[in-house]
């Protein structure tokens, strides 16, 4: 299960990161503020939201609701120390599926997020995204172009995913090595880099390995 965590508490999303991981078996991306909550969700597929209430730069009731304006359709969890009834209302109200009064329990957290991925949810379909005709099957993690398809690995595929939810702008090495691999991943640049070159190789089987451009000093980024 993939979960976004929103919390600007540095103790608390420390805990429950390490925790979602040790005890749920979970990928978890970790923000502490709202403006970068709203643009991870936008850009990658997350089985679960937990967003904070109160953050910097846009609270958890502005990001779900800007998220939810947006076509947003997946599950999100609210977290707050706001426990009087109209405060429930309100972040239900702003699209939050669910609602998880602090302090709590992990196991509490864990069989909430279970009970999300439960809930009004239909079987899992094809999802495809498409750059210049190559299709990127994102529940298979393999990409496809007329008849051929090609099995990416899983770090492969994130990055060119990444890039493809993002044609057009330059992504750093720095923005990808946070969202790819974590910010306290124990790797450097030059692991994207090799990644970028192996997933080239493989592109280049569809005559494509220039869809993934390179821009000196800064990252890489792909074109329509």
Known sequence: ???????????????????????????????????????????SHYDVLVLDWMMPNGDGIDVCRDLRRD????AILML?????????????????????????????LLARLRALTRRNYAPIVEETVSIQGIDLNRNSQTIHLGGESLQLSPREFQLLDLLVQNKGQV???????DRIWGYDADVTTKTIDATVKLLRKKLDVF??????????????????
């Open 1 to 43: 299960m993939n979960i976004l965590l929103a919390e600007d508490d540095l103790q608390l999303g420390e805990l429950v990161r390490f925790m979602l991981k040790k005890k749920g078996g979970y990928n978890v991306d970790w923000v502490t503020e709202g403006e970068d909550a709203y643009d991870y969700a936008s850009a």
């Open 171 to 177: 992504l750093t090495r720095d923005l990808i090595l």
């Open 71 to 74: 076509g947003y359709s997946g």
């Open 207 to 224: 005559g494509r390995q220039d869809i993934i451009q390179s821009i000196r000093g800064v990252g890489y980024k792909v074109e329509e």
């Open 80 to 108: 707050t120390a706001k426990d009087a009834v109209e405060d429930r209302v309100a972040g239900l109200d702003s699209g939050a599926d669910d609602y998880l009064v602090k302090p709590f329990e992990i196991d509490e």
